[in-house]
Antibody, heavy 119, light 113 residues
Framework: QVQLQESGPGLVKPSETLSLTCTVSGGSINTYHWTWIRQPPGKGLEWIGYIYNGVITNYNPSLKSRATISVDTSENQFSLKLSSVTAADTAVYYC?????????????WGQGTLVTVSS | DIVMTQSPDSLAVSLGERATINCRSSQSVLQSSNNRHYLAWYQQIPGQPPKLLIYWASTRESGVPDRFSGSGSGTDFTLTISSLQAEDVAVYYCHQYYSTPWTFGQGTKVEIK
């Protein structure tokens, strides 16, 4: 069974870079889409981007090129970096992954990690 | 971007009764090459991550109770809970993965009447 776990700082200062890691167990990081999604407190879901086959990335243009997703195959992890953060980036960040039935669907989710942007 | 619009924003249904949530996409999410609708439904119980219920508009995820069903085509889709249970209280989201940026509906909150 595939399990995902996010890790990273819960507090980031404005203008700095948010860095999160998702550790995948029970599945290979080299297949399917591995995605980051966020949810501001009390609001809906926003797709941030994905990495596919370890190298192909796609990002939400709303983030204005601030997001970077990468893979560490040796650790079976994928990571998110979001630069120049502001208070508007405060959210619960989820990592999610697909499966053979639907590569682009989010069959597997981490529990989410709250990141607060504040000085 | 494909805009996903759900209706209603919230609804209250008696236990055992039917709940129906609608989702409209601003353009078709049908891939003609494989005749599949790139539309999924998620359930989010408060304090938990979302959970995949339905994909390809009508395929139930493994382990999801059969009281949940998805239907629709083109730009109009429906999630139906045939007999609402207490554990179904949640926010439900539709999601299109036809084209990036992948987008979600605003969510529909389902409560017990």
């Amino acid at each position: 069974q595939v399990q995902l776990q996010e890790s990273g700082p819960g507090l980031v200062k404005p203008s700095e870079t948010l860095s999160l890691t998702c550790t995948v167990s029970g599945g290979s990081i080299n297949t399917y889409h591995w995605t980051w999604i966020r949810q501001p407190p009390g609001k809906g879901l926003e797709w941030i981007g994905y990495i596919y086959n370890g190298v192909i990335t796609n990002y939400n243009p709303s983030l204005k090129s601030r997001a970077t997703i990468s893979v560490d195959t040796s650790e079976n992890q994928f990571s998110l970096k979001l630069s120049s953060v502001t208070a508007a980036d405060t959210a619960v960040y989820y990592c999610a992954g697909g499966s053979g039935a639907c590569y682009e669907c989010f069959h597997h989710w981490g529990q989410g990690t709250l990141v607060t942007v504040s000085s | 971007d494909i805009v996903m619009t759900q209706s209603p924003d919230s609804l209250a249904v008696s236990l055992g009764e039917r709940a129906t949530i609608n989702c409209r996409s601003s353009q078709s999410v049908l891939q003609s090459s494989n005749n599949r609708h790139y539309l999924a439904w998620y359930q989010q119980i408060p304090g938990q991550p979302p959970k995949l219920l339905i994909y390809w508009a009508s395929t139930r995820e493994s382990g999801v109770p059969d009281r949940f069903s998805g239907s629709g085509s083109g730009t109009d889709f429906t999630l139906t809970i045939s007999s609402l249970q207490a554990e179904d209280v949640a926010v439900y989201y539709c999601h299109q993965y036809y084209s990036t940026p992948w987008t979600f509906g605003q969510g529909t909150k389902v409560e017990i009447k």
